[in-house]
């Protein structure tokens, strides 16, 4: 079983900066990747960003240039950076791992969420 906790959301104004963070523990095999993912109040949730456990990127166009995520492998962490935020990032943001086992035997797991609001 694997736990992620998040820290890092709140309330802040457009222009404005947040770094995320999110630290799994428990069985995360060697071939993963860790992420995050947005939900706003009627819309489906999305990816915002991802990374690999060999540090290959992808990211949202509606986030590119404005966010980066990282990850410290040694202490399975995955950060995500957001400057220039504007009101339309508002959102629960959740972190996820997707991992697979030797066998190609997957597993993805969900945080709880965290709140980020940004004001106009």
């Known amino acids: 079983q694997v736990q992620l906790v998040e820290s890092g959301g709140g309330l802040v104004q457009a222009g404005g900066s947040l770094r995320l963070s999110c630290a799994a523990s428990?069985?995360?095999?060697?071939?993963?990747?860790m992420g995050w993912y947005r939900q706003a109040p009627g819309k489906q949730r999305e990816l915002v960003a991802d990374i690999t456990t060999g540090g290959s990127t992808d990211y949202a166009d509606s986030v590119k240039g404005r966010f980066t995520i990282s990850r410290d492998n040694a202490n399975n962490t995955v950060y995500l950076q957001m400057n220039s935020l504007k009101p339309e990032d508002t959102s629960v943001y959740y972190c996820?791992?997707?991992?697979?086992?030797?066998?190609?035997?997957?597993?993805?797991?969900w945080g709880q969420g965290t709140q980020v609001t940004v004001s106009s």
């Open positions: 428990g069985s995360i095999f060697s071939r993963n990747v």
């Open positions: 996820n791992v997707k991992t697979w086992t030797a066998l190609s035997i997957s597993y993805d797991y």
